[in-house]
Each structure stands twice: as structure tokens, then as C-alpha cells.
């Protein structure tokens, strides 16, 4: 099993492109969720989805857009970059409640907005 | 609302003396607290999970950690450090802690622990 997997891996973009980061994962999880990294910040979350075809808002959703039209993937979409949204992105997945602590993390997408 | 502290932003240790990484949370109920580790360009992996089980937790790799009510802590501690575990360590509580579709996880700031040879 490959687990979590994010593409791309690293990403640089100008100032109001935008961007489609995807996330895919073969546990048959219910649960996927997109989280920021920054530097003293600890993770944020983004948005997740609690199963296909739901979406729902975090802590820090502004700027961000998701969709979870297939079960395994999870897309996080970036309308207009701001430089404000350089960061590192990790995707992660878990199974439905009472499990829904441990979750899988893939290896993050480092984005840098220029 | 639900919160951890890690007390320490970086930590630095020799190679077989023990590891102290310490959080204190807040909570107005019983929490579920977790740890989690992540390796240099890695995503993050669970180490360990409190659930108002047993007090003492043991995790992968040797580590452990004790949730003490009446410190509001939950310190996560090994006897004897190896290279392989410098790394970023998480502090994590559960919002809310019993379930619940919107169950949602609160990240420390993390824990840089170095390890000398």
C-alpha cells in the first residue's frame, strides 16, 4: 500500500495563479483532511471531508477550495496565490469515528508564492 | 475551547541520556491528548494516544508519556535517546474529545529534538 500519497511535491508559483494540489490515499478511509505547516505554527487545518462528496470548513479555509468527488482523492485548490499561502501542505486520512484520531499523513507539498 | 502548550521549542540531548518534551493542555472536560512525530521532509505519524484509559501511555520506538490531571500535563518521555529519534514532536488534542463527524485535531506548536552522538 502506498498510504497517503500528495502531488506535486514542491511548487513555486507567481502572485494570483492559481494551483490544484491532490491528495490520494488507498486505506479506504472515510475521513481526509488538508492542513497548513508554518514555521512556530504548528498544523492548521484547512478543510475535510467526512466522506465522498463532502466538504467542510477548518480553522484557516479562507483562500482555499476543496472538492472529494471520488473517495480517495481529496483536491485543494488555490484560486488567486497569495504569498500569504506559502507553506507546506499535508493531506491526511483517517476511518470513521471513534478512530477518527490516528491519522495518515502523506509527505507534504512544500508551495512557495512569489 | 481545547489547547496544548509545548513548553520547549527545541530540545537537544546526547545519545543514550533520556528525553523530556513537555505539553500542557487545557480542557474543561477530560481530554484526548496524542503525540505525534515527524522526520525531516516526512509527513507526521502518531506515536502515542491518551483516551482516559490507563495514565501511562506507551508508544512506538520506546517512548512513553503520563497524563497527570492535576499538572494538566502529559510529558512525553524515553530512558535513553538514539539518533533516529531527532525529529519534530507534536503535542495534540482532540475538539471536541468524544466523537462526533467534527471531531478535529489542535497541534502543538512541536518540539525540535536534536540528538548529539
Known amino acids: 500500500n502506498a498510504g497517503v500519497t500528495q502531488t506535486p511535491k514542491f511548487r513555486v508559483l507567481k502572485t494570483g495563479q492559481s494551483m490544484t494540489l491532490l491528495c490520494a490515499q488507498d486505506m479506504n478511509h472515510e475521513y481526509m483532511y488538508w492542513y497548513r505547516q508554518d514555521p512556530g505554527m504548528g498544523l492548521r487545518l484547512i478543510h475535510y471531508s467526512v466522506g465522498e462528496g463532502t466538504t467542510a470548513k477548518g480553522e484557516v479555509p479562507d483562500g482555499y477550495n476543496v472538492s472529494r468527488l471520488k473517495k480517495q482523492n481529496f483536491l485543494l485548490g488555490l484560486e488567486s496565490a497569495a504569498p500569504s499561502q506559502t507553506s507546506v501542505y499535508f493531506c491526511?486520512?483517517?476511518?470513521?469515528?471513534?478512530?477518527?484520531?490516528?491519522?495518515?499523513f502523506g509527505p507534504g507539498t512544500r508551495l512557495l508564492v512569489l | 475551547a481545547q489547547s496544548v502548550t509545548q513548553l520547549d521549542s527545541h530540545v537537544s540531548v546526547s545519545e543514550g541520556t533520556p528525553v523530556l518534551l513537555r505539553c500542557n493542555y487545557s480542557?474543561?472536560?477530560?481530554?484526548?491528548l496524542f503525540w505525534y512525530v515527524q522526520h525531516p521532509n516526512k509527513g507526521l505519524q502518531l506515536l502515542l494516544k491518551?483516551?482516559?484509559?490507563?495514565?501511562l501511555v506507551k508508544g512506538i520506538n520506546g517512548f512513553e508519556a503520563e497524563f497527570k490531571k492535576s499538572e494538566t500535563s502529559f510529558h512525553l518521555t524515553k530512558p535513553s535517546a538514539h539518533m533516529s529519534d531527532a525529529a519534530e514532536y507534536f503535542c495534540?488534542?482532540?475538539?471536541?474529545?468524544?466523537?462526533?463527524?467534527?471531531?478535529?485535531?489542535?497541534f502543538g506548536t512541536g518540539t525540535l529534538l536534536a540528538v548529539q552522538p
Open positions: 491526511a486520512s483517517s476511518y470513521t469515528h471513534p478512530f477518527q484520531e490516528t491519522q495518515y
Open positions: 495534540v488534542v482532540s475538539d471536541p474529545p468524544y466523537g462526533g463527524a467534527t471531531n478535529k485535531l489542535i
Open positions: 491518551y483516551t482516559s484509559a490507563a495514565t
Open positions: 480542557s474543561s472536560y477530560s481530554p484526548s
